[in-house]
């Protein structure tokens, strides 16, 4: 593999001022008509366009990512939410009928068919699936839904609990459910839920309102539902409805099952007659929960290490980053739920955000964001901004097989050789357990669409009935049917990126196999990593896979291949 380096550098501006700073719509305006204008004679004259397009797409994306991410960072400011909300109302419409009127003016460019077509097919195949979607009537809708979205974080932010005497904010409280008294882990557990549930019909109402100007977005757009709508809205080009079908299927045949193994193992360790909620991430009376970190600058210093006996520039990326303030670690109060990792197109580095509480599953969340701020890092060199959009199926096989990668170094986070061997044990705990809640959050999205004049008691009741297909038989729900039926709504996915969820399970399936490259040979293994993000989205989606070293298959017959493996690897720490 060539040398890398993450001394990331924004590239200078020759269409836009290098000082230029987005106001309103007039501010960019012009540059738009230019490129709406400008002649095209002669290959060179397109090559020049595509790169001006190019640097105004970054420049805008860069100047609204940052208005999300200092909205997230903090709730309770309502200048940043303005700040956020004027440029969705006020510029984004403005710009999507101009950015419909050149992608019409590439694709019917007589020069268009000299270009490379491997290297363009990817981002032409894309352009001409946004000129089928546009509808003018849909930039009014598409604009309230970006600012609807947002009130996800804006309502959830403020959800806290109080826990003996102390206020914290439900990710923080969640720490306790890992604690050995059982009594006090049920106390937590419904102090949460019920907090929830304060909020349960606003957010009710709240995902009505997105579910009609969704559906109304489809309709306009000459789709019969929004999920059809979505699948070519989101490039799922490689894929149908048909094989996420599949998908469900194979996780109820051949991963439930090892999830009720899981589960009775935790039973077994905690010595319990009946497993509760409550139970499933606690630890046993004579045994203290995993304290990996104890502040977020701790953890990111621990991460720097942990990549940096991987390869010295996974952690290089990371302190790029850190130079840059290119990080929000830790939970508090009116701060927006979750972690993400955001690209920032122009300048290369992106933003890590995440609700650190000193928990097993916050290493898991910075090694996670850590994997895609690597694929952000080695796409960064590619000549247009459309290159850089990969697949969000790849972009997750970069983060979920850092999570499997990243083990091999967990002895910084974890001194004591019992708390590794624990840790290794949850996180492949998790690897599987989370594929029931990717399908079930999959197929409920289906439902709602294809039904979106359902009412309220029908979302409830379709809800519960797929929660149950995918549900462990061997936890106790008895009395709680409640939190079940609304729990739902704490996955913001459903809320602000609607039907972005399937890909985590494609994905994990991917970071399998990628793990079961890396036992066998781990240079190798990182070398078809390192190959197959910097190609960014310029190959497609099975291309990407065959890069990695990958199939791209989500069959019951390699679904159960991988969880052989994963079994087979977990049963030897279990055993240990």
């Known amino acids: ?92 419409p403005k710009i999507q009928p101009y950015a419909d009127l050149l992608n019409r003016k590439l694709i019917n460019s007589p020069l268009t068919a000299l270009l490379d077509k491997k290297k363009y097919f990817t981002y032409l195949r894309s352009v001409r699936k946004s000129i089928e979607l546009f509808r003018e009537e849909n930039i009014p809708i598409q604009s309230e839904l970006s600012v609807l ?17 102390q206020e914290y904010t439900l990710q923080q409280a969640m720490k306790f459910l890992e604690n050995p008294d059982r009594v006090l882990r049920e106390e937590v557990y419904r102090k949460v839920q019920e907090r929830r549930l304060q909020d349960k019909d606003a957010l009710n109402n709240l995902y009505s309102e997105l579910i009609k100007r969704r559906d109304q977005i489809a309709r306009n757009a000459g789709f019969a539902n929004f999920r059809d709508y979505k699948f070519v809205e989101m490039g799922r080009f490689d894929y149908t409805k048909e094989d996420c079908y ?28 009946v497993l509760r909620p409550w139970d499933m991430d606690a630890e046993p009376a004579n045994q203290q929960p995993l304290n990996p970190f104890k502040t977020g600058d701790e953890l990111l210093e621990k991460t720097v290490t942990c990549f940096s006996d991987l390869r010295p520039f996974f952690a290089d990326c990371l302190r790029t980053m850190k130079k840059m303030n290119r990080f929000d670690l830790e939970s508090r109060i009116g701060k927006a739920p979750g972690g993400y990792n955001c ?15 000193g928990q097993m599953h916050d290493v898991t969340t910075m090694v996670h964001e850590g994997g895609h701020a690597i694929h952000s890092f080695l796409s ?19 983060s979920m097989a850092m999570e499997l990668f990243s083990m091999e170094n967990w002895e910084i986070y974890f001194q004591n050789p019992e708390d590794l061997r624990r840790a290794k044990i949850q996180q492949l705990e998790r690897v599987i357990t989370i ?14 669409y294809e039904n979106p004049n359902h009412n ?41 990126v609607p039907f972005y969820y399937i890909e985590y399970g494609i994905a994990q399936l991917g970071a399998i196999g990628m793990w079961m490259q890396f036992k066998k040979n781990k240079d190798q293994a990182l070398d078809h990593y390192i190959q197959a993000l910097s190609l960014g989205g310029t190959k497609t989606l099975p ?10 298959d989500f069959s019951g017959t390699y679904i159960k291949e991988l969880m052989d493996f994963v079994e087979s690897e977990l049963k030897v720490l279990m055993n240990d």
């Open 1 to 92: 593999m060539k040398s890398l380096s993450a001394n990331i550098e924004k590239p200078v501006r020759v269409f836009l001022p290098e000082n230029f700073i987005i106001s309103d719509w007039n501010s960019i305006s012009s540059y738009f008509e230019d490129l709406a204008q400008r002649p095209l004679q002669t290959p060179a004259d397109l090559e020049k366009w595509l790169k001006d397009m190019s640097e105004l797409e970054s420049v805008i994306s860069e100047d609204v990512s940052w208005r999300h991410i200092r909205m997230t960072c903090n709730t309770e400011d309502k200048k940043l939410q303005e700040h956020f909300t004027y440029f969705m109302m006020e510029v984004q």
């Open 149 to 165: 979205g947002q009130q996800y974080g804006t309502i959830s932010g403020k959800m806290t609990v109080t826990v003996k005497g």
């Open 246 to 273: 599949r998908f469900h299927d194979s996780v109820k045949q051949h991963i439930l099952p090892l999830v009720e193994i899981i589960n009775q193992y935790q039973q077994r360790k905690l010595g319990l007659d």
């Open 343 to 357: 690209p920032l197109a122009e300048t290369g580095a992106p933003f890590i955000f995440m609700n650190a509480a």
């Open 380 to 398: 960064h060199h590619l000549e247009l901004s459309a290159f850089k959009e990969y697949p969000m199926e790849i972009a997750e096989v970069a």
């Open 435 to 448: 594929f029931p809640w990717i399908a079930t959050i999959d197929k409920f999205q289906h439902w709602v």
């Open 456 to 496: 309220l008691e029908q979302r409830t009741e379709n809800w519960f009935r797929i929660y149950n297909e995918f549900n462990s038989k061997s936890v106790d729900w008895r009395g709680l049917e409640i939190y079940q039926k609304n729990i739902w709504q704490k996955q913001l996915h459903l809320f602000e």
């Open 543 to 552: 291309e990407l896979y065959e890069a990695a070293g990958l199939k791209f």
